[in-house]
């Protein structure tokens, strides 16, 4: 039995998935290695055919996202801990065992996650707290960014922390986590109604519930390259669709129809005046932020309108 099974979702990032798959081959545990491509065309196929046969390799006929091809491997592995690890992640050496020496040392921890780094070395926050109405309010309203210090106001993204100490957070992110498979098994494995947004925090949540400690190591690092999906996706107004579903999808199940309702209220009262803001200010600055930002903002409004419009209830 392998001590790690390493599940790798894939979607044209062939030259990436190269370079996680060569520091994954760079640890010195026994591990079984899951890609599930997601109907590459870049030759993300064909590299692992020919160069990582010692790769099990699901192939999907369109692109799946990202909870139900990871379920797919997950149900196949074999190894005590299950690796969680995006494509556009790499191992850094001693990682994986500094992970697994952490599980093996505290029985009463669920996941852990290492510290992520940009290529630069600059350290990328990689865990966050649950979110809440309460968390919700305080983002639409800026004041976790008005007070990015204050563990009250800034509670969801965490602003305050500085990623360098070992410490228990209420969620890790999933670009690189390691988690307890039979544990898995047990509080279930992820939402794929979750398909693109939230499925890992409704994970750490549901193995909160269950009484599992979620723990942050800077101890392990990975280097994560990050966002190169979601740019990528970010001009497709399907894709603000499918992520919003996912958001309202999370807080009904957790929070009940009520909690939802005034959710998508925040949503309306606070992104109003982000497109007018960041409309103006497209004006004097046609820098990639401001654009990007006000895209965002309108994208996110034109969506919002028309699930009013049409009078879906998530």
């Given at each position: 039995?392998?001590?790690?099974?390493?599940?790798?979702?894939?979607?044209?990032?062939?030259?990436?998935?190269?370079?996680?798959?060569?520091?994954?081959?760079?640890?010195?545990?026994?591990?079984?290695?899951?890609?599930?491509?997601?109907?590459?065309?870049?030759?993300?196929?064909?590299?692992?055919?020919?160069?990582?046969?010692?790769?099990?390799?699901?192939?999907?006929?369109?692109?799946?996202?990202?909870?139900?091809?990871?379920?797919?491997?997950?149900?196949?592995?074999?190894?005590?801990?299950?690796?969680?690890?995006?494509?556009?992640?790499?191992?850094?050496?001693?990682?994986?065992?500094?992970?697994?020496?952490?599980?093996?040392?505290?029985?009463?921890?669920?996941?852990?996650?290492?510290?992520?780094?940009?290529?630069?070395?600059?350290?990328?926050?990689?865990?966050?707290?649950?979110?809440?109405?309460?968390?919700?309010?305080?983002?639409?309203?800026?004041?976790?960014?008005?007070?990015?210090?204050?563990?009250?106001?800034?509670?969801?993204?965490?602003?305050?922390?500085?990623?360098?100490?070992?410490?228990?957070?209420?969620?890790?992110?999933?670009?690189?986590?390691?988690?307890?498979?039979?544990?898995?098994?047990?509080?279930?494995?992820?939402?794929?109604?979750?398909?693109?947004?939230?499925?890992?925090?409704d994970l750490s949540y549901r193995f909160s519930k269950?009484?599992?400690?979620?723990?942050?190591?800077?101890?392990?690092?990975?280097?994560?390259?990050?966002?190169?999906?979601?740019?990528?996706?970010?001009?497709?107004?399907?894709?603000?669709?499918?992520?919003?579903?996912?958001?309202?999808?999370?807080?009904?199940?957790?929070?009940?129809?009520?909690?939802?309702?005034?959710?998508?209220?925040?949503?309306?009262?606070?992104?109003?005046?982000?497109?007018?803001?960041?409309?103006?200010?497209?004006?004097?600055?046609?820098?990639?932020?401001?654009?990007?930002?006000?895209?965002?903002?309108?994208?996110?409004?034109?969506?919002?309108?028309?699930?009013?419009?049409?009078?879906?209830?998530?």
């Amino acid at each position: 039995m392998p001590e790690v099974s390493v599940v790798i979702v894939n979607h044209n990032r062939r030259e990436m998935l190269r370079e996680c798959l060569n520091s994954v081959d760079q640890n010195d545990l026994t591990t079984e290695v899951f890609v599930v491509d997601n109907a590459s065309s870049d030759g993300s196929v064909e590299m692992l055919e020919s160069e990582y046969r010692w790769v099990h390799l699901l192939r999907n006929r369109a692109n799946e996202r990202f909870a139900k091809p990871n379920n797919d491997a997950i149900r196949l592995a074999t190894g005590r801990y299950i690796l969680l690890l995006n494509n556009d992640a790499a191992l850094c050496r001693g990682a994986l065992r500094a992970l697994v020496s952490y599980l093996d040392a505290h029985t009463d921890v669920g996941m852990v996650g290492p510290q992520l780094l940009n290529r630069d070395g600059s350290i990328q926050p990689s865990c966050h707290g649950f979110v809440s109405l309460r968390t919700h309010f305080f983002d639409m309203f800026l004041m976790d960014r008005l007070f990015p210090k204050s563990k009250f106001f800034a509670s969801a993204p965490m602003t305050y922390f500085d990623h360098t100490g070992e410490l228990e957070v209420d969620h890790v992110m999933a670009a690189a986590v390691l988690v307890r498979r039979d544990i898995m098994q047990q509080v279930g494995l992820f939402d794929e109604q979750l398909s693109v947004y939230f499925n890992d925090l409704d994970l750490s949540y549901r193995f909160s519930k269950a009484g599992w400690k979620r723990v942050f190591l800077p101890d392990a690092r990975v280097v994560h390259h990050g966002g190169h999906t979601a740019k990528s996706m970010m001009r497709e107004i399907q894709f603000f669709r499918e992520q919003y579903n996912n958001i309202f999808h999370y807080y009904r199940k957790h929070y009940g129809k009520r909690v939802l309702g005034l959710y998508k209220v925040l949503l309306f009262a606070g992104f109003i005046p982000r497109v007018a803001i960041w409309s103006l200010i497209s004006i004097f600055s046609k820098s990639e932020r401001t654009l990007s930002m006000k895209m965002f903002a309108a994208r996110t409004l034109q969506v919002l309108i028309g699930w009013s419009g049409s009078g879906r209830r998530g």
